[in-house]
């Protein structure tokens, strides 16, 4: 049965068909084979809303909508600019300012196609201008961006806490440490690039320009300080820092910069209705291909094949990174948290592991998949949004692949790097 399924959906991947369809068919195909028929097809139905009934999933459009927001307005810029102006002018400051200006609109959108193309567009000209490649440029922006997986708010935690019935809060806390030890292994890299190039540096700002641009990303900076800070003090849940961020990206955009108006809710609505639409459908149509693939203990094969059982925490650990890593570069994010995270769920129980620091492993992992060819889903939110080839956009993602990977190894060996903030809050 796992066969035929297998083949049902990589066939129609092949054959162009999004992401939800070959799931949709090769769960119902294992349905069918299972139950001999459509007979009890209501029991599928059932499976598949249950996955889009937990109260915390109300955080995904809402963040979604503020990100929406922001990448409309002015947030993205003023926070770029206050970057510029800060560490513009160092050897490779540019790069490491389009680095740093990702991680801090992942912090306030949790997006990462929101911030590759907010940071990105207004970016990847000026890295070009400075001498920067271009593949090198299109690496950097979507690998940083890539880092709003682990900057709270991110909605890949979000969907592993569901699943896993793991605290989103806590989740949260635990993706600082590592997000800020990518940022700053991406940042040691772009230096050496631009020393080894002997690439331009930016005009020094003055410090009356640098307090201008902070002065203007003063609002901005306050959406981290609103979901770390809130749920931090016990003032809100993340479901409920969700909502606050909307009516704060709606108050700074419509009210205080004024750069939206009123028209322009309609288009925001719209875009954010299609984009949940899609994360929703994924969600319901994962976990019922985990439903049936659970029942039909599948995964239980998959993993005494390989032994999982007689491993070590360590052992789990880098299964896990692999699985994963494997999975997300060929299927959407999303849908891979769905369908390995109950898979694994014995194996971690069995051996004592720390749910949140297996959930900022597994994020890891999906932000590592995203931008990894061959189907990565950000290298062809990369190629739409830059108009650029495939082969251009994954020609410089191997260093940064390599670093990924690193911190992965570094997570496993220190778990402190995720759990120190964490325990610290929550202890």
């Known amino acids: 049965m796992a066969t035929i399924m297998m083949v049902i959906m990589i066939g129609l991947l092949l054959l162009g068909f999004p992401m939800m369809v070959p799931l949709i068919a090769g769960a119902v ?26 109260a915390s999933l109300i955080a995904v459009p809402m963040f979604i909508l503020a990100a929406d927001i922001m990448t ?15 560490i513009g002018h160092v050897k490779g400051g540019l790069a490491i300012s389009t680095a740093t200006s990702c991680t801090l609109f992942g912090a306030v959108s949790g997006s990462t196609q929101a911030t590759v193309v907010a940071v990105g567009s207004p970016l990847r000209p000026k890295l070009l201008k400075a001498g920067y490649s ?20 991110s909605i890949g935690f979000i969907i592993y806490g569901v699943i896993s019935e793991t605290s989103i809060a806590e989740l949260f806390i635990a993706g600082i440490g590592p997000g800020l030890m990518i940022l700053f292994m991406f940042s040691v890299y772009c230096l050496i690039y631009a020393r080894y190039n002997n690439l331009p540096t930016e005009e020094k700002s003055t410090w009356g320009q640098r307090a201008v641009a902070m002065r203007e990303a003063l609002w901005p900076l306050f959406f981290p300080v609103i979901i770390v800070g809130g749920i931090y003090g016990g003032i809100f849940s993340p479901t409920e820092a969700a909502a606050v961020c909307v009516l704060y990206a709606f108050l700074l955009e419509f ?16 875009s954010t209705g299609l984009i949940t639409a899609v994360v ?7 976990t019922g291909f985990s439903w049936i693939i659970s029942f039909a203990q599948i995964p239980q094969a998959i993993l005494d094949s390989v032994g999982i059982s007689n491993m070590g925490p360590v052992g789990v650990m880098i299964t896990i990174c692999i699985a994963f890593f494997i999975a997300c570069m060929f299927v959407d994010p999303i849908v891979v948290i769905l369908v390995l995270t ?25 932000a590592i998949g995203s931008a990894t060819p061959p189907f990565g889903c950000d290298i062809f939110t990369a190629i739409a949004i830059f108009k650029r080839p495939y082969w251009e956009v994954i020609r410089g993602t191997p260093p940064f692949i390599i670093m990924l990977i690193t911190a992965a190894a570094l997570l496993i060996t220190f778990p402190q790097i995720a759990l120190f903030l964490r325990d610290m809050a929550f202890r």
């Open 29 to 54: 195909v294992g349905f069918v084979m299972m139950f001999d028929g459509f007979g009890q097809m209501n029991t599928f139905i059932q499976q598949m809303m249950a996955g889009i009934r937990p």
């Open 280 to 286: 929703f459908i994924l969600v319901a149509v994962g």
């Open 342 to 366: 109950p898979i694994f769920a014995p194996a971690i129980e069995a051996t004592g592991l720390d749910p949140v620091l297996v959930g900022v492993l597994i994020t890891l992992q999906v």
């Open 255 to 270: 009210v205080v910069f004024r750069s939206l108006k009123l028209p322009d809710i309609y288009r925001i609505a719209k």
């Open 72 to 86: 409309r307005g002015q947030s993205a810029d003023r926070l770029i600019n206050m970057v510029m102006a800060f």
């Open 134 to 153: 271009d593949s090198f440029s299109l690496a950097l922006i979507i690998n940083s961006s890539d880092i709003a997986f682990l900057i709270p708010p």
